[in-house]
């Protein structure tokens, strides 16, 4: 089974900094997906991808496939972006169960 | 487009008790699964299913039941309730079983006394 490590667990932060959460797994993947979870609520996915950069609005997602590690990147952060990023990888051949999920990051940002 | 709906969102149950979160889904989407969320661990697998009338467990099963009577419904029942089952749930889907963008509804809290 694939594990998936985060880094930081926790991060403090002031508004407007560059924030950057890691992601690295131990086994060749499909696919790994970057999901969002705001306190007390749902999840949201980012990004899904497999090779490359991705970009959407102020965040950016970055996978090295052969260093097994992916970015979550978040310029000019705000408040708003206070919540739990998780990493979830699909392993490929893996199955319907096939996805394997991070611990999470807890971010918060202070105005 | 409501994409995944979970109900209740809370809940609190007496050990014993037997109670079904519900979860629908208006995607056309075959792959749903139930996931549950206990402090300082990743989401953990269920029960999940590839399609109407198949199912199949995940990581932990014990003591859930599920059905997938049509394509966009998917219940979790819980038979006996236990303390060890209280967490937060999340049902999810995607298009496909082996891939694809992953949609998660709100989430249950559910507490069992």
């Known amino acids: 089974k694939n594990e998936v490590e985060q880094s930081p667990q926790n991060l403090t932060a002031q508004e407007g900094e560059f924030i950057t959460i890691n992601c690295s797994y131990s086994?060749?993947?499909?696919?790994l997906h970057w999901l969002q979870q705001h306190p007390g609520g749902g999840i949201v996915s980012l990004f899904m991808l497999s090779s490359g950069k991705k970009k959407h609005g102020r965040l950016i997602a970055t996978i090295n496939i052969q260093e097994k590690h992916s970015s979550l990147h978040i310029t000019a952060s705000h408040p708003r972006d206070s919540a739990v990023y998780i990493c979830?990888?699909?392993?490929?051949?893996?199955?319907?169960?096939?996805?394997?999920f991070g611990k999470g990051t807890h971010l918060i940002i202070q105005p | 487009n409501a994409g995944v709906t979970q109900t209740p969102k809370f809940q609190v149950l007496k050990t014993g008790q037997s109670m079904t979160l519900q979860c629908a889904q208006d995607?056309?989407?075959?792959?749903m699964s139930w996931y549950r969320q206990d402090p300082g661990m990743g989401l953990r697998l269920i029960h999940y299913?590839?399609?109407?009338?198949?199912?199949d467990q995940g990581e932990v099963p014990n003591g859930y039941n599920v059905s997938r009577s049509t394509t966009e419904d998917f219940p979790l029942r819980l038979l006996s309730a236990a303390p060890s089952q209280t967490s937060v749930y999340f049902c999810a889907s995607s298009y496909s079983p082996y891939g694809g963008e992953l949609f998660f509804g709100e989430g249950s809290r559910l507490t069992v006394l």
């Open positions: 995607m056309n989407h075959e792959y």
């Open positions: 979830a990888v699909r392993s490929p051949g893996g199955g319907a169960d096939g996805l394997t």
């Open positions: 086994v060749g993947i499909s696919a």
């Open positions: 299913s590839v399609g109407a009338g198949i199912t």
